[in-house]
């Protein structure tokens, strides 16, 4: 992914780059050591961060054409900030750009998409993403106070901005393992009480209320490894590789020292792709088993 700075407002730029967390694959494209946020994820990524005067002043057409140049890096997807960006501090809307589509997003529903670029067929989640908050390219800036405008092109993962916990990445303490998604997955990251898991894992694994499958153990993968500890559905998330196939698995289950402990064994739900529900990817929810 490449991310532009063509605005002015040094606070907008840092305000976005705080938001979107300390994301793995971290590079700066401009001479000197490259910085590395990468530690701590067994999935190769690249983020190229330009904070160049340069692209100071440039339009939405040039930003989206500036990989295009051949023998170059190419990037799954393009974002930079604009003046829009700077006018609104509460979201902090950024341009995006990928293969055609064009769209609005927030810095932190950027980030979780950048996690899972990867990813086979995310070519219907970008389609999604240009219905929901499409981006009229033939426009070089958004007019100042035009309302009817900005209310029209609203962009995707606004509600992430607006959460009192909303996901931020942030590095792991210790390098955690990659974990294969060839079938959805329940984490467990809270190892105070065994009894609770294995309390939890049962009726997962056989729901008392389903009288189609007896055992959902060939559907649902259980990792119950103590490198987790700690971990927050984030890192968890940055961690998953993804197989070869179909590519049907797209959940991803966290047992937390809240499902672990409070009534009711709410595990945290982590989509890894698009839900037809709600035109926010990173759409985490508590769920009941």
């Known amino acids: 992914m490449l991310l532009l700075d063509t605005g002015d407002d040094e606070d907008a730029w840092e305000d976005v780059l705080w938001r979107m967390g300390e994301l793995p694959g971290v590079q700066d494209p401009s ?74 997003i927030t810095p932190r529903q950027a980030a979780m998409t950048y996690l899972v670029l990867h990813r086979l067929h995310l070519g219907f989640t970008f389609d999604d993403f240009a219905t929901w908050g499409p981006l009229d390219l033939d426009r070089e800036s958004v007019d100042e106070g035009d309302e009817v405008d900005e209310e029209r092109y609203g962009p995707v993962g606004a509600e992430l901005e ?30 105070g009480d065994d009894a609770a898991w294995a309390a939890l894992v049962e009726p997962v694994r056989r729901p ?56 009711g064994s709410r595990c945290s739900r982590c989509p890894s792709r698009r839900t037809s529900a709600s035109p926010s990817w990173w759409n985490r929810k508590r769920w009941e088993p």
């Open 162 to 191: 607006k959460r009192d916990a909303p996901p931020r990445y942030t590095r792991p303490a210790r390098e955690l393992p990659a974990l294969l998604q060839d079938t959805d997955l329940l984490v467990r990251t809270d190892f």
């Open 208 to 263: 008392p209320h389903s009288d189609v499958i007896d055992d959902f153990g060939p559907y649902l993968r259980f990792v119950d490894d103590p490198a987790f500890a700690g971990a927050t559905p984030e890192q968890v998330m940055a961690q998953l590789r993804f197989g070869d196939g179909e590519d049907v698995s797209d959940v991803l289950l966290i047992a937390d020292a809240v499902t672990l402990s409070a009534p």
């Open 31 to 104: 001479p000197g050591p490259a910085a590395d946020a990468g530690r701590g994820t067994a999935v190769p990524r690249r983020l190229l961060v330009a904070h160049d005067p340069a692209w100071r002043g440039a339009t939405a057409e040039e930003a989206a054409a500036a990989p295009d140049r051949p023998g170059v890096w190419v990037p799954d997807l393009v974002v930079l900030t604009d003046e829009r960006t700077e006018r609104h501090p509460d979201i902090r809307p950024l341009p995006a750009f990928r293969s055609g589509d064009a769209f609005w």
